[in-house]
């Protein structure tokens, strides 16, 4: 299967399983496996526009670093201000779920993608847009 039908198709299960959290009466039973579905309908749209390798890296460099910075918010209070999870998603490292790496993975390559159709130029400038 092509890997624009393999993200279409991830992103209509997100899209189900999203409207089926908000019909059941503990939604947050569904966090994880969106989150999975998000990621991985990101980097297959990424696969297809750059390649598997080149998607791969991308959203490995969005989910470290922004769970890097989920790490560094949570024991320091910088820079979103003091928070904390709950222990309701886990697994989870310095007190962070480790699906929040892939939440981030997934939206830092969509707002990546927006950042493109936006944002002349390419590189740095797109990542900073995005």
């Known amino acids: ?19 089926a959290s908000g019909l059941d009466a503990r939604p947050e039973r569904f966090t994880g496996l969106i989150v999975v579905l998000l990621a991985a309908s990101a980097v297959a749209f990424a696969a297809d526009a750059w390649g598997a390798r080149r998607a791969v890296a991308a959203f490995g460099a969005a989910a470290l670093t922004g769970y890097a910075v989920e790490v560094i918010g949570v024991l320091t209070g910088f820079p979103f201000g003091a928070y904390s999870y709950s222990d309701v998603l886990w697994p989870q490292v310095g007190g962070v779920p480790m699906v929040v790496a892939l939440a981030w993975g ?23 847009v995005g």
């Not at 936006?118 to 740095?124: C, D, L, N, R, V």
């Open 106 to 128: 997934g939206m830092g390559l969509a707002a990546y993608a927006v950042a493109a159709a936006i944002a002349p130029g390419g590189g740095w400038a797109r990542v900073c």
């Open 1 to 19: 299967m092509p890997t624009r039908a393999l993200g279409v198709l991830f992103l209509l299960a997100m899209m189900g399983f999203q409207v």
